[in-house]
């Protein structure tokens, strides 16, 4: 296996423990509802502290990485969050679990935008959202491992146990990427002089700096691509931290299935999800060799992913039985995370190098915020009506205007070609219209 591929592969498994362990609040919750005394309401508030440190770091975090470089900073943020992670163990409280998941979001936020920017320096263009795709498909693995691993735990030894089990597996990754890593391949002591530079296919043709001229940070961010793309991830992040927050809670709550039970039939969403973010960078790239247009490939894999995201989660708030509900979530996690390596492959598009992880950053921190609305809103509404129907309705609200902001908003003026040859030239005077 090529040396960049484990790289990736390092990024995979930061991917896993960092689902792992988001997740794992989520699954043991009821536990931890009942020790505490939390109502839906409170409960909300936890799920949501943690997206309060997490939103504002993912945008210093790919500042940093631009400043300081992406492996730095994921040695940094993956022993932070780490640590904070096992300290949920010691948690006494509503207050003390309030403040130990805002400072372990902290930790977590770089992670998405570093991933970018590392793939960005090991992969030409052509293997970009391969790579990221890759690397993300972790995420919804770790998610999937939840259920049951933390589950039977909790069972077993109870719910702080593991907390600091997932925190020990975080340090032996820190350990691991501190010796192999690095930002580049000329970087990297364990390959160097044996591995050529990865060449972009615009820096193959001499075309770079026409491409992509240095511009400031404020000019990306105020891009009517960046701000769209950054809405329909907006919607797909919503959906996904209601799921994550609630999903198993409403299997208890409402459905009354028992703790064992919810962990092995909460594993069937996060299996398709991971399915899904593996093949979301293909099919773009497949829609991409069809049509010859990149930006069109992209805009295809969002507008359908979310549009069927949000009708099968609004579905699934009506559902008759545990079976349908548990199929159609499984379906809205399947078609939204087909979506989620297109949004980075957006940026790897558009943006240059020295921008991307404050871009990447700013577009992610936007999007995360949904982690910080979506847990809250979720827990009144349920408070308030009784039932989680509302919010699987206004879940799929969401989505919807993600789908119809790309469809209308991402795209280039009418007299630029969409060629692979010069797609990188229109999008960045996209950029700037």
Not at 4 to 23: K, P
Not at 407 to 432: C, G, I, Q, Y
Request: aromatic fraction near 14%; include cysteine; glycine fraction near 10%.
């Amino acid at each position: 296996m090529k040396f960049r591929w484990f790289i990736v592969f390092m990024l995979f498994l930061a991917c896993v423990i960092s689902y792992l362990d988001r997740a794992a609040l989520s699954v043991a919750a009821p536990l931890i509802a009942k020790d505490f005394n939390l109502d839906p309401a409170h409960l909300g508030i936890v799920f949501s502290a943690f997206f309060v440190g997490y939103s504002l770091f993912c945008f210093i975090g790919g500042y940093a990485a631009d400043r300081f470089g992406a492996r730095r900073v994921l040695i940094v943020a993956i022993a932070f969050w780490s640590i904070f992670c096992s300290l949920t163990a010691v948690a006494s409280g509503l207050i003390s679990l309030l403040i130990i998941r805002v400072v372990f979001g902290a930790g977590e936020g770089p992670l998405a935008t570093c991933t970018n920017k590392i793939v960005s320096g090991w992969f030409d263009r052509r293997e970009q959202t391969t790579a990221v795709g890759f690397a993300n498909s972790g995420l919804q693995l770790g998610a999937a491992l939840a259920g049951p691993v933390i589950g039977l735990m909790a069972v077993k030894w109870g719910w702080r146990v593991p907390f600091v089990v997932i925190g020990i597996v975080g340090m032996l990754w820190v350990l691991m990427w501190s010796i192999f890593s690095s930002d580049r391949p000329e970087g990297n002591r364990w390959i160097r002089g044996t591995m050529k530079l990865p060449v972009s296919d615009d820096a193959a043709s001499g075309k770079v700096a026409e491409v992509l001229p240095r511009k400031p940070l404020s000019a990306y961010l105020k891009s009517p691509i960046i701000l769209a793309t950054s809405l329909a991830y907006f919607g797909y992040a919503y959906i996904l931290y209601f799921f994550l927050s609630w999903f198993p809670s409403y299997l208890m709550m409402e459905r009354h299935l028992s703790l064992a039970s919810m962990s092995i039939v909460n594993v069937i969403p996060w299996v398709l999800g991971f399915m899904g973010i593996a093949l979301g960078g293909f099919t773009s790239d497949l829609i991409f060799r069809w049509t010859g247009n990149a930006l069109k490939s992209r805009k295809i894999v969002i507008v359908v992913g979310l549009l069927v995201a949000a009708a099968c989660v609004a579905l699934a708030g009506i559902a008759n039985s545990v079976g349908m509900a548990v199929a159609l979530m499984s379906i809205t996690v399947f078609f939204m995370n087909l979506t989620l390596s297109v949004y980075w492959a957006i940026i790897l598009d558009t943006v240059e190098p020295a921008r991307m992880g404050g871009v990447g950053g700013f577009m992610h921190l936007l999007a995360n915020t949904a982690g910080i609305l979506a847990p809250i809103l979720t827990g009144f509404l349920v408070q308030w009506t009784k039932v989680f129907t509302s919010a699987f309705f206004f879940a799929g609200g969401i989505s919807l205007a993600g789908a119809l902001a790309v469809a209308f908003f991402v795209r280039l003026p009418r007299k630029s070609s969409a060629s692979v040859d010069n797609l990188n030239v229109e999008t960045a005077h996209a950029l700037t219209d």
